[in-house]
């Protein structure tokens, strides 16, 4: 190696092995990186490469996508298309990664679930509770349930002697309505906000305005599923109890 005098190397400059040191990279996987257009090349002085400080915000960029579980040819997208923004890039992704609600998942044991899916155990009960994504079996008869709200809506139903198999056909159907609504909300940022944004090349100072479309996004599709469900709701029940009361009106035919 040279000395730093013979390649006027700045302070801010990093041999490839100094670049593995700061971002806790090894140098191999930098070199990857480098070949399959992750990272830049470096600037070379006298047959030696240096790196600066975009290279170190470029692989920290990568160590924390990975950790969002992003794979190596879906980072090299993201990072071709940013234009450069690969902080705004994080931001977004990490934002987009989010849970749709601040609710925590609870671990319970089989025993535990008793109160939302029957004392008897029925395995049935539980193959379809994991199938429609109530829980995910976590081994060693246990078992997350992601929103302990629905599960308290289940043991509930219970207390008012609705089935275990009904309210899991109900909650089946619930899922499937609400995958359409989800559908449709996606679908209308896609086409509304995300399109027109890579159409126009993905501009740099756009992303902000794209993060918080996404942002305000969740909380509108859930207070219009919840504000629509509501007339729905009021228009079924006026419906069907209207049509009982009407039958009860009736007078009953007397046998001549």
């Known amino acids: 190696m040279y000395p730093s005098s013979v390649s006027n190397r700045t302070d801010n400059e990093l041999t490839i092995d100094e670049l593995a040191r700061e971002t806790g990279m090894t140098v191999r996987n930098i070199r990857a990186h480098q070949s399959r257009g992750l990272l830049p090349p470096p600037s ?7 790196y600066g400080p975009e290279h ?31 902080g705004q890039v ?4 990490r934002k987009l990664r989010e849970p749709f609600e601040d609710e925590k998942p609870e671990v319970v044991t089989v025993a ?12 049935k009960h539980l193959e379809k509770a994991i199938e429609i994504g109530l829980l995910r079996d976590l081994g060693d008869n246990t078992f997350e349930q992601p929103s302990p709200r629905l599960a308290a809506v289940g043991s509930e139903l219970r207390d008012l002697g609705i089935s275990t198999d009904t309210t899991l056909q109900t909650a089946a159907k619930l899922r499937r309505n609400a995958e359409h609504v989800a559908r449709d909300y996606v679908r209308l940022f896609l086409e509304e906000v995300w399109r027109p944004f890579e159409e126009a090349g993905r501009p740099p100072e ?13 909380p509108l ?31 009953s035919r007397k046998r001549k």
């Open 112 to 123: 535990q679930l008793a109160d939302s899916f029957g004392a008897e155990g029925n395995p």
């Open 206 to 218: 756009q992303w902000p305005q794209v993060r918080e479309a996404l942002d305000r996004l969740r």
């Open 90 to 93: 994080l931001d977004f992704t």
């Open 44 to 50: 070379v002085r006298a047959r030696t490469g240096y």
């Open 221 to 251: 599709a859930a207070e219009s599923l919840a504000a629509m469900f509501g007339i729905v709701m009021n228009e079924a029940v006026d419906e069907a109890f209207g049509k009982e009361l009407d039958r009860s009106k009736k007078p």
């Open 56 to 86: 170190v915000a470029r692989v920290q960029l990568i160590r924390e996508l990975q950790g969002e579980g992003f794979n190596l040819e879906s980072i090299r997208r993201l990072i071709e298309g940013s234009n450069g923004s690969t």
